[in-house]
């Protein structure tokens, strides 16, 4: 009963946006397995793939780059409205006269879309890729070979697992754009979707116009882009071999040379090269951001104690 309420804040949150996280995501799932199931993917009409793991990892990364797509866009509306919503539905007196701080409450907002959307999201992927196998199962005719169901459930949870560390890992590294959006919505509401551009940019041309570089060079402009891609260290990325072992699989494979699975080759070396990966990750930067996102939450919520009522 002690975490009551902050449980209680974080089932509101994905009920309120039940529609982005869960209903949308079915929605969109569905299509595609009818588009699919429709176009044979797996049929002899124009057969794609030879064997059924290859066929489950091509779906697996592609519904994974769909839905990391999905889940980044859907996150900057998310926390657009987070932090403000409380205040169009006449909830925030009821949350103020909870035992819990703004700081928390706003805090708890911030820990949904940055550690429990992603788990939500990763779900989403599992479960296009079963569709995909299913699809597989209906054209059966066509497979090099056929992958049991329980088979296919550990292979799916084996690349969950890489892949669910890599998100949290890209969503910790992304904090401070989204809480800079959700910081701008407790000021200015939904005002704060578009000044979340608007400010950045308004900033680069008074640099530019300070420094008279002609447009050549903006230090802000160069921090964000940076921020928002480089990840990693890419000095020490180029010069680590290990990483480059995935370069040396043989995708050509012939049925009498099939002895061991490709599925297995690829999670091992999704296994091998994670561990490797992640010590290239700029975890100082990192950390910096995590900071600044911790400033914004702060600021937020001491703005909304001292000054917003209901």
């Known amino acids: 009963m002690k975490y009551k309420s902050e449980l209680a804040i974080l089932k509101k949150e994905l009920i309120e946006h039940k529609g982005s996280f869960f209903i949308a995501p079915a929605i969109l799932s569905s299509i595609f397995f009818v588009l699919l199931l429709m176009q044979g993917l797996f049929g002899s009409h124009g057969q794609l793939v030879s064997f059924a793991d290859e066929a489950l990892i091509a779906s697996y990364m592609s519904n994974t780059i769909f839905f990391a797509i999905y889940m980044g866009i859907t996150l900057f509306f998310y926390y657009a409205d987070a932090f403000s919503a409380d205040r169009k539905n006449n909830s925030l007196l009821f949350w103020k006269s909870m035992p819990i701080s703004d700081l928390k409450i706003l805090g708890l907002k911030f820990i949904v879309g940055t550690l429990v959307v992603p788990i939500v999201i990763l779900g989403w992927i599992m479960i296009g890729s079963v ?147 992640l010590s290239h990750v700029k975890w100082v930067s990192l950390m910096g951001g995590l900071i600044i996102s911790g400033v914004f939450v702060y600021v937020g919520s001491e703005y909304r104690r001292r000054f917003i009522q209901g």
């Open 131 to 277: 569709l995909s196998y299913l699809i597989g199962v209906i054209n059966i005719g066509s497979f090099g070979e056929f992958i049991a169901p329980w088979t296919v459930i550990l292979f799916i949870l084996k690349l969950a697992s890489v892949t669910l560390i890599m998100l949290l890992v890209v969503m910790l590294w992304l904090t401070p754009f989204y809480a800079w959006v959700a910081f701008l919505s407790v000021f200015f509401k939904k005002w704060s979707i578009a000044l979340a551009f608007v400010i950045p940019l308004v900033l680069i041309v008074m640099e530019e116009i300070i420094f008279f570089d002609g447009l050549d060079h903006s230090f802000i402009g160069s921090f964000l882009s940076q921020r928002l891609v480089e990840i990693f260290d890419m000095t020490t990325l180029a010069k680590d071999s290990q990483l480059h072992e995935m370069d040396n699989i043989n995708f050509d494979f012939e049925d009498a040379q099939r002895t061991t699975s490709f599925a297995n080759i690829v999670i091992d070396k999704l296994y091998s090269n994670l561990w490797q990966l």
